[in-house]
Every structure is written in structure tokens, then in C-alpha cells.
């Protein structure tokens, strides 16, 4: 149900109203007798929550609220001011009636299943003169919620809104200074330390007698309105007040037109709700859904079925941790990325600014689409903007969605919006609705909070407004203190795109158990992982950001305190993952009794790893066992609870740790947080560092894992034989940034090894070479291999072409096929099998391992037959010798083969 402005005699819905699956009813409405209106209340329907409109003497509206019958504010002071009447006071009661509005409904964002609501309405109809402000005031366990109706004869426009929240004596409130983009920190007021301050929402209040509240507002920027988004301005000398209060001019940078704070409005306006949180401990507000319970139903085109493009989960995202190539390098980049998302399982690749054209989009989406990885693509909110810098109306956003869609990315990060004026809040109403028309998802950027809006708007992933990792790009990142508060406030709001997990750091202001425990601290339907592949791959948390969930079917708070620490229990299907982060030192105790019957497996990663790293370590629980965290000052720790015992971790078993290497010349070992093994080799110069006994055969490739500022040269040597030179990209955020040998990127090189061990030395070209963390042999076979069994008109080739080594397979037609005879696994599993090949068409191949079923594996366009690209698919294969058949369709064609590489 969705409340219109009650500007006219009510006529309210009394029918079941269905919705979707779901269903929504509103008991018919009852009047109160206009004699007894100088008190109206409501109660929620478990009795604990209760709201009263009062009139004063003067004309004058508040509301006093209550949780158990004791009040957790002073009354709070209600109306609002517009241009022809001041509507805060010399009001006369006119009319109200009350209903029960109860939903089940799904709720979006990174929540899934359904949540039941009740909420008990009292509808308050106020007159003066030929104005009208309607009262709508809302009870419910989690709190109360309310709003305002003004209905004005012709034109008008709100300048101020009166309400203002009076704490308690005693309270104290953590919110963040007043932003634009909402990516301050929250601080802490005692009761002498607010007056003078504008903060952003959400407000935490502690009340003095240990009872908790949250400030804040919903349905903001979905329908209603328009109206702005507000801050809390708390008045010098007026006690601990917190002031309503509209942006004013310096929120005016966004169409550039005349700033105001007006808010026009032509005839009847409705503001947003106001929304009072309340719970006797802080897991009541965790636990909460009063934001959503306050939003509009989706459409029912984002509902059911004809939703099921809307997939939340994990996105790579270079930006962070790289300086923005442009150009071909910015293709090259991230191409490297949807590879990595290919191999991690990992579904999205986030495309943020650099690329040269929506051609270069199109050309990454299809290279991401051809490995099952869709592409969010950043973009400038002046890309919905006309050239007399005016928004555009929704049928130029809708036509500009649908262009974006036949790119072929699967959402958008739209960025800088920077306001909370009233026209921005609509901008994002019909950014949301032509998203959803053109089947795109969105991760608002540079935006205000939310505010339940995912539930009507489900493809809106998550949205930012949060002091996430680039804090550290931008030389303001968050402390552990600030995480803690922020999970607390901001966090509780909805899916927060803090782009968590970051690694690869000269001076981190939290431990990486703390950065992994971020990921489920907050929540996002979008989660954005800052740091690279390199970093990730060899990581010891690796396997929880493989399968890392994002929306959540429970969520639960274990234990917190703003300024101190806070942990957090969510389950996903029957898995149960407990993020905890903290500031100081602590042991957290965890009492597992969320679990269900029966033995889990806890997986936890806490502070205390070599170099920084996380500990991974593994026992057996049932839900009467308390697990005890040891969290280092700025740690943390995330725990994975999985029934019954998880399979043995796969892992790629041809890894050199550079730092296990004998160190020649001045070359030595240095910790490296971002690094396997949690350390690397520095100032390798021409004697390099040398790995012994290395039992290898037959051609590889090696990923070599490197960390530079600079651009340095890099040889290979094998067995006294050195390969040509390579020059890899600078590492880090920019040329000589001093982070950049802090950031693992790779590099591969194609080696070759004579039956028997081997000496392989790394070294600088002509001067140091880049720091180097670990080299990874990945066995390489090709295709022209006299071993291989050549089917059909199959036929092998030259290939010149770079990209290309020795000869080729070509001539796979009509059921031609090449079948790779000697494939060795060192154990049985699922393994990343990459296929370089070209193919200046869409082709397929069919693939058969050991002569088993087949599958047909769809291989994306190449430039020419002379362009060879790497497509990676995953196969099953036993210990030992292996065949892998690569056939062409009966009645097709496949593309030409050069080799395969078999990562294990
Ligand atoms: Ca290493
Ligand atoms: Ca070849």
C-alpha cells in the first residue's frame, strides 16, 4: 500500500490488496470523536510502542512517543512552514482515523525472504485558514514513523519543517558531520557537546537509561514528494534538540539552477517519513525492517519471475587499486579482471571511468558476457543531463537506459550526485524506474542515504553515502572506530557500497581480519571488493570471497557498542557467517545458540597470521558452543559456519613464493601484506633471486605476481637460458605512487623446461627489477603437440601471430576435433582450464574430458584470425592422466587453437 495525501474526506482502501505473491491488507478505517482530538494516540500491535498527537493551547502539534511506557524522547515538536501559511501553529483538529496496514512483502537490497509488518495508522487532519496539514503518524515494534500532508489553495512552496527531536537529559548521539555525499564519520556527542552541530542521518541515540534510538527517514528518493532529503541541525543553546533541516544553497551544485531552499509544490505535498527507531537494546535496530515496512511495493514487473535479472552479488573493481589506464590499457586491464571474476566465481566486474567510449564498454561487456561476468559501468550523473545542463525527464532516461542495455553491461554505478535537494530525490526516482524499464541495475554513487527505497526498487543494488575504502585514495580513510560507528548508523540503513577487503596497503588503519570481517559487517547486494586479483587469489580468505554472500536470509546482532566494537551473525541458506571488527583489543565471546541442530564446521579468520595476514582456522561446533574471538586493537574476525564438514580447500599446487627463493645480490625478503605467503622479495638487481630444483616438463606459463611503483624490466632465466625481457605495468595508483609496491598485479611468461629440475632466476633487466611476491606454473600444452590426437579435416598450422607459440590447430570443421592426450592432474576436481585460441567469428566448441558428456562452450569474436585471446572454462578432471577433446559442432565450425593451460 502506498498512502496518497489525505488533502480530501478519507477514503481509505479497506480490500485485501494483492500484490505480487505477496499480500498487504488495511482493516477499514474508524473515526475518532472530534471532542476527545486533543490527544490521539496509537499503539503497535504488540503494545510495547505507542505515539500521541497533542494540541497545544496555541494551535500547536507535537507527538510523544513511548517504548514500554516510558518515553525515549521529549515530545517532538511537529509542522511545517510554507510560502502562504505558517503550519505550526493556530491549527484546529478537523477530522483522523486509524487502520491496521499489514503487509508481507519482499524487501529487497541485500535481504531476501519475507518480512511480515503491522503497522497501526492514525491519520490526523489539521486546518487553518483555507490550508490543511494532515498528520499521519505510524506505531509499530520497531518504533514510530511519521509524516506530513500540507494542502494549499493553488501554488506554494515548503521553507522550513519544524520538527525537531528534544532528547532526553543525558542522551548521546553518534552521527556524522553534515555531507553532501554522506561519506563523513560519525562522532560521539555527550549531553553538552551537540548544540552547534549539523549532522547527516542517521542519529544514534543513546538514552540515559541504556535504551537505544535511530533518527532517520524513509521513502525518500522513491515517489512521494518531491521532497528533499534533510540533516539534523542541533541549535546552540537549546539543549540536546536536533532540528529538521532542509539543504540549503550549498546543495545547489547539481543542474546549476538558482539555489533555494524552497520546495514548490501545487496544491497538495507529502514529505518523507519520519522515523523514529526504538529498542531497549541495539539488536532491536539490527534487526529492524521499519525502513522498507514505510516503502512502496515494487512494480510488478521487478517482482517474481520477471525479475530474475536483478542478481545481487560480488563485483572486482580496478579502480581502486590501480592507476586508471585509459585506452587500450584500460581494455587490457580489465579484461585481466573479468578473468579473474571468471576464475574466483565471481559474477561482476565494475567498469569505472577511463574507458574512451560506450564502444569500449560494449567491446568489455561482450569479452565479460562471453565468461558468464557482467559489466557495471561507471558513469557521470551529467550523462542524464541536457546541454542546457536541465535533468532529464523520464522519457530521455528511459531512451538513454535502453542505449545503455544494448551495450550489453548489466548495471550502472552512476556517481556525483551530491545533493539532497527535492529535484535530485525525483532525478533518482526516474533513474530507478528507467533503469528498471531497461532491465539494468544500479549502485548509486556520490548519493545521499537510503531509506527502504529497495523495496520498491529492488534492481537498485546499493548505494554509497558511506566512508568506504577510497577514503585511502583520497587520504581520509576510516579508522576501525569509524567502521565500528558506522556499521551501526549508516550501515543500518540498507546496502552500503563500502568496497570492503582492502589489502593492499603501505599504512592500514585496521588489520585485514578486519577488512574481511567489513564484508558482512555491512551489507551490500552489490559487494564491491577494492583490491586485485593478485592480492585475493593466494590469499588466505580467498575462499570466502569465492562464495561470499550478499543478501541475507537473517540478520543478527551478537554484540556491540559504538566507539568500541560490533559484530554481526548473518545466515544465508543454512550457512551462518559472523562478521566482528573492533577498535581495541577484546575477546569476543560468540554464543553460537542462532545455529541449528547438529554439527558445523566453523571456519574463522582472525587477526594473528604471518605478516599481517588472517588465521585460518577450522573446528567442530554445535549451537551450545560459544566460540571466544581474539581481536587484535583494529582487528577483527569473520567466522563461516557451514553443516558438516566442508570439502578440502582446492589449491593451485605450482606456487614459488619468491620469498622461499635464495636471495642473490642485494635482493631480500620484506613483508608484504598483500602477498601470498604475507611477503616478497625487494631489491632484486641483476643477481635476482633463483628457485632450485624445480621438477618440471614440457611448456608453461608462468604467472608471475609483482609489485611496482615503476616501470621496471624483468628476465627469465631457466637453466642459464634467458628469455626476452618484460616490462610490466606500474603497480599502485599512479606513476611513483609509493603504495604501488604495496599492490600485487601479475604478469605471464611463457617458459619452457626439459625433462628433469631446473634453476629458474629472476632478475632485473638493465637496473632493479620490480619487487616480486610469488610465480605461479601453469602447465601449458598445445594443440600442435605430436602427442595430440587430430581428428576430421583438423590440420596443424603456423601461427606467427604474438599470442600465439609454436604452431596451431586449425580446419576444426563438421565434428573435426584436436584431443590434448597427456593432461596431468596432481589431484581430481574441478580445474581452470584456459584455451587460447582465435576465431574472427562467434564460434563453439564441444568439449569432452576422459570421453564423457559433452558441452558446448560459446567462444566470443577475436579481432582476426591472427588475434588470439584466452577463454577459461572449468572442468572436471581425475588424479593423474587426463584427455580433453575440443571438437567443432557436427554441422560448424570451431575456432583455431593454439594451446591449453591446465592451472594445477
Ligand atoms: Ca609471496
Ligand atoms: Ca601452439
Given amino acids: 500500500m502506498h498512502l496518497r495525501a489525505l488533502s480530501r474526506p478519507l477514503r481509505l482502501p479497506a480490500a485485501a490488496l494483492v500484490v505480487g505473491a505477496l499480500v498487504a491488507t488495511t482493516t477499514a478505517a474508524s473515526a475518532d470523536d472530534p471532542s476527545a482530538a486533543q490527544r490521539l494516540s496509537v499503539e503497535s500491535v504488540d503494545g510495547r510502542v505507542s505515539a500521541t ?14 517504548l514500554d511506557g516510558r518515553p525515549v524522547l521529549q515530545p517532538v515538536r511537529l509542522g511545517i512552514v510554507t510560502e502562504a501559511a505558517d503550519l505550526t501553529t493556530g491549527l484546529t483538529f478537523e477530522r483522523s482515523e486509524r487502520r491496521r496496514i499489514q503487509s508481507s512483502y519482499a524487501p529487497g537490497g541485500a535481504e531476501k525472504g519475507t518480512v511480515s509488518s503491522v503497522m497501526d495508522e492514525l491519520v490526523a487532519v489539521y486546518r487553518k485558514g483555507t490550508a490543511g496539514l494532515t498528520v499521519a503518524v505510524r506505531a509499530t515494534p520497531s518504533g514510530v514513523a511519521f509524516r506530513y500532508t500540507a494542502d494549499l489553495p493553488g501554488s506554494s512552496a515548503v521553507v522550513a519543517e519544524a520538527t525537531a527531536f528534544e532528547l532526553l537529559a543525558g542522551s548521546t548521539v553518534w552521527a556524522s558531520p553534515y555531507e553532501r555525499n554522506y561519506e563523513g564519520k560519525p562522532q560521539r556527542f555527550g549531553p553538552t557537546e551537540l548544540g552547534g552541530n549539523r549532522l547527516s542521518m542517521p542519529a544514534l541515540v543513546s ?16 515517489g512521494g514528494g518531491p521532497y528533499p532529503a534533510v540533516r539534523l541541525d542541533a541549535p546552540r543553546g537549546k539543549g540536546q534538540a536536533l532540528r529538521v533541516a532542509l539543504p540549503g544553497p550549498d ?90 571474476a571468471e576464475r574466483l566465481g565471481l559474477p561482476y566486474v565494475t567498469a569505472d571511468a577511463g574507458y574512451s567510449s560506450w564502444d569500449q564498454l560494449e567491446e568489455l561487456a561482450d569479452y565479460a558476457k562471453a565468461r558468464g561476468v557482467g559489466i557495471f559501468a561507471w558513469m557521470h550523473r551529467n550523462e542524464f543531463r541536457r546541454a542546457d545542463k536541465t535533468l532529464f525527464d523520464q522519457s530521455e532516461i528511459d531512451s538513454a537506459m535502453k542505449k545503455l542495455a ?8 552512476i556517481d556525483f550526485f551530491d ?18 524499464r531497461a532491465k539494468l541495475m544500479l549502485d548509486f554513487h556520490g548519493s545521499t542515504k537510503p531509506g527502504g527505497e529497495q523495496r520498491t526498487y529492488p534492481h537498485v543494488l546499493t548505494s554509497e553515502g558511506v566512508a568506504g575504502a577510497e577514503g585511502y585514495k583520497n587520504g581520509n580513510p576510516a579508522s576501525a572506530r569509524d567502521n565500528v560507528n558506522l556499521t551501526l548508523g549508516r550501515g543500518l540503513l540498507g546496502s552500503a557500497d563500502a568496497t570492503p577487503v582492502a589489502l593492499s596497503l603501505a599504512n592500514p588503519l585496521t588489520t585485514q581480519a578486519h577488512q574481511l570481517a567489513l564484508s558482512v559487517a555491512f551489507t551490500s547486494a552489490l559487494t564491491t571488493l577494492a583490491d586485485t586479483p593478485a592480492a585475493y587469489e593466494t590469499w588466505p580468505g580467498v575462499d570466502v570471497l569465492r562464495s561470499l554472500p550478499t543478501v541475507w536470509d537473517q540478520s543478527l546482532l551478537v554484540d556491540a557498542a559504538p566507539d568500541s566494537h560490533a559484530a554481526f551473525a548473518r545466515r544465508s541458506g543454512q550457512d551462518w557467517y559472523v562478521g566482528a571488527i573492533t577498535d581495541g583489543a577484546r575477546q569476543l565471546p560468540v554464543p553460537l545458540d542462532f545455529l541449528g541442530s547438529g554439527t558445523y564446521t566453523a571456519t574463522v579468520y582472525r587477526d594473528g597470521g604471518a605478516n599481517g595476514q588472517p588465521l585460518v582456522e577450522r573446528s567442530a561446533v554445535t549451537s551450545a558452543d560459544t566460540l571466544t574471538l581474539p581481536l587484535a586493537e583494529h582487528g577483527g574476525a569473520m567466522v563461516v559456519l557451514t553443516p558438516g564438514h566442508p570439502a578440502p580447500t582446492p589449491k593451485a599446487d605450482r606456487i614459488l613464493e ?51 611503483g615503476e616501470k621496471r624490466r624483468l628476465t627469465v632465466t631457466v637453466d642459464g637460458v634467458a ?3 618484460v616490462t610490466p605495468a606500474e603497480s599502485g595508483r599512479g606513476s611513483g605512487d609509493p603504495n604501488g609496491w604495496n599492490v600485487p598485479r601479475t604478469i605471464d611468461v611463457p617458459l619452457h623446461f626439459a625433462p628433469g629440475k631446473h634453476t629458474i632466476v629472476l632478475s632485473g633487466t638493465d637496473g632493479n627489477a620490480p619487487d616480486l611476491d610469488r610465480v605461479e606454473l601453469i602447465r601449458t600444452y598445445q594443440a600442435e603437440d605430436a602427442a595430440n590426437v587430430l581428428t576430421g579435416r583438423a590440420t596443424r598450422a603456423p601461427c606467427a601471430a604474438a599470442g600465439c607459440s609454436g604452431e596451431m590447430v586449425g580446419q576444426l ?57 584466452l577463454r577459461t572454462i572449468s572442468v572436471d578432471l581425475v588424479e593423474g592422466l587426463n584427455s580433453i577433446t575440443l571438437a567443432a559442432e557436427a554441422s560448424g565450425w570451431a575456432p583455431d587453437i593454439d594451446a591449453i593451460d591446465v592451472a594445477q
Fill in 53 to 66: 498527537l497533542n494540541t497545544g493551547p496555541d494551535g500547536t502539534l507535537d507527538l510523544t512517543t513511548s
Fill in 207 to 222: 538514552a540515559p537509561d541504556g535504551r537505544w534510538v535511530q533518527l532517520t527517514e524513509a521513502a525518500v528518493r522513491a
Fill in 251 to 340: 546543495n545547489a551544485v547539481f543542474d546549476e539552477s538558482p539555489a533555494s531552499v524552497r520546495v514548490p509544490f501545487d496544491g497538495s505535498l507529502t514529505t518523507p517519513w519520519r522515523v523514529i527507531g526504538m529498542g531497549s537494546g541495539l539488536d532491536a535496530l539490527v534487526e529492524s525492517h521499519l525502513l522498507t515496512d514505510l516503502n512502496a511495493p515494487p512494480a510488478p514487473e521487478l517482482t517474481g519471475s520477471a525479475a530474475n535479472w536483478i542478481r545481487p552479488g560480488v563485483s572486482l573493481w580496478p579502480w581502486w587499486s590501480n592507476s586508471m589506464a585509459s585506452g587500450d590499457d584500460y581494455l587490457a586491464l580489465h579484461r585481466q579482471y573479468v578473468d579473474a
Fill in 406 to 413: 544494448e551495450r550489453g553491461v548489466v548495471g550502472l554505478k
Fill in 419 to 436: 545533493s539532497d535537494r527535492a529535484d535530485i530525490m525525483r532525478f533518482y526516482d526516474r533513474l530507478s524506474i528507467g533503469a528498471g
Fill in 658 to 708: 619468491a620469498e622461499s627463493a635464495a636471495m642473490g645480490g642485494s635482493a631480500r625478503v620484506a613483508p608484504c601484506a598483500s602477498c601470498s605467503g604475507g611477503a616478497k622479495a625487494g631489491y632484486v638487481g641483476y643477481a635476482g633471486i633463483t628457485f632450485s630444483d624445480v621438477e618440471a616438463e614440457g611448456a608453461y606459463t608462468a604467472r608471475i605476481a609483482y609489485l611496482s
Fill in 723 to 725: 628469455s626476452p625481457p
Fill in 813 to 869: 570443421g563438421y565434428g573435426a576435433s584436436v584431443t590434448f592426450t597427456g593432461v596431468t592432474a596432481m589431484k581430481a576436481g574441478a580445474t581452470t582450464v584456459g584455451i587460447r585460441y582465435a576465431s574472427a567469428q562467434v564460434r563453439s566448441i564441444v568439449v569432452r574430458v576422459n570421453g564423457g558428456p559433452e558441452r558446448v562452450v560459446t567462444f566470443p569474436r577475436t579481432a582476426s584470425w591472427d588475434d588470439w585471446s
